[in-house]
């Protein structure tokens, strides 16, 4: 058992997806202010944990494979139960949180739904004094995989120019804008003088090749590659290197605002006004616009997403952008 006299001992239990992780990702700096010299255990799903390997005070990482009839509930508590923890933080509102010695304990729970924008629910929940912004904690590790994709796409097709990066997925029904579309933009932002000499950075899992590939194709010699090229901190350090990001709603659109690139969320029928992105730099595009009222994400026209991405580019890019009549 952790001599309990000199540890503070903080157990972050997260989520297995990557865009919750993302959200909440401000609880780690906020442990640090509550619990000064914390030594942080993050338990989360497999997509999401490197993420936290080299997160602030981050010690140790459980990786919670899912397993039949709850499996992998039993399989931490085993990992867990014989050190006295100061602080459980339980953003997923599990049994566990209560089977484990704590000083301290904050667990989620639907309680805490009150309309809020997720950011300031768990901040609310944390007791913080503002709202905890997600953070991604890139390291070398990332960035020397990054490059060692990047580099060779840079130096051939077209040459380097500043880079829009497209994530074209989502794992969830009716998030996904249809994948000839985003060849369809591809297309048109090609032809758009304000993009000349862009590049087009297709981001994403390895199961996301067939809605990249109208994207990549459309971009031709233009197009870079990054679909299943590393993990999820290799894909969140790609972003970083893109000075445009639009994405439909997914874990990588949280990324991409939480690294302060402008994004740009394209929304069906789900909640943009509490999933979507955080942070200064942000715009959506809803199929419909009007909050409490969904339409399917296939009404979101090409027109009107051209559009968003232009405003995008017109409002943070604008040393490039031409001089308006």
């Known amino acids: 058992m952790t001599d309990t006299k000199t540890a503070r001992n903080v157990l972050f239990v997260t989520s297995n997806r990557i865009g919750d992780c993302v959200i909440s990702s401000g609880v780690i700096r906020e442990i640090a202010r509550q619990v000064p010299g914390a030594r942080i255990t993050v338990a989360c799903g497999r997509p999401p944990a ?15 494979d899912k397993k039949k009839l709850a499996g992998h509930w039993f399989d931490l508590w085993r990992q867990v139960v014989g050190t006295r923890w100061d602080l459980v933080i339980d953003i997923r509102g599990s049994a566990l949180s209560w089977l484990i010695p704590a000083r301290r304990r904050v667990v989620y729970n639907r309680g805490w739904e009150t309309g809020l924008r997720k950011v300031e629910m768990v901040s609310r929940m944390m007791g913080a004094p503002a709202p905890l912004d997600p953070e991604i904690f890139l390291d070398a590790r990332a960035v020397a995989d990054r490059q060692a994709v990047l580099d060779p796409q840079l130096a051939g097709g077209s040459g380097p120019g500043p880079i829009i990066a497209l994530a074209p997925i989502a794992h969830q029904p009716g998030k996904s804008w249809p994948a000839e579309r985003w060849g369809e933009l591809v297309e048109r932002l090609k032809a758009e003088p304000r993009f000349d000499g862009w590049r087009f950075m297709a981001v994403g899992g390895p199961g996301d090749r067939p809605p990249a590939t109208p994207a990549l194709e459309a971009a031709g010699p233009r197009g870079i590659d990054f679909v299943g090229k590393g993990d999820i901190l290799a894909s969140a350090a ?35 006004w509490l999933y979507g992105p955080w942070g ?25 997403v051209f559009e968003a991405v232009l405003d995008l580019h017109d409002t943070w890019i604008s040393d490039r952008a031409p001089l308006k009549p």
């Open 238 to 272: 790609a972003i970083d290197a893109a000075d445009l990001f639009v994405g439909n709603d997914s874990g990588l659109m949280h990324v991409a605002a939480a690294l302060g690139r402008p994004t740009l969320g394209l929304f069906g029928p789900t909640q943009w």
């Open 50 to 64: 490197p993420f936290f390997r080299s997160a602030p005070q981050v010690e140790r990482v459980i990786i919670l």
């Open 280 to 304: 200064p730099r942000t715009l959506i595009a809803a199929s419909n616009e009007t909050r409490g009222e969904f339409a399917p994400i296939e009404a979101l026209t090409v027109d009107r």
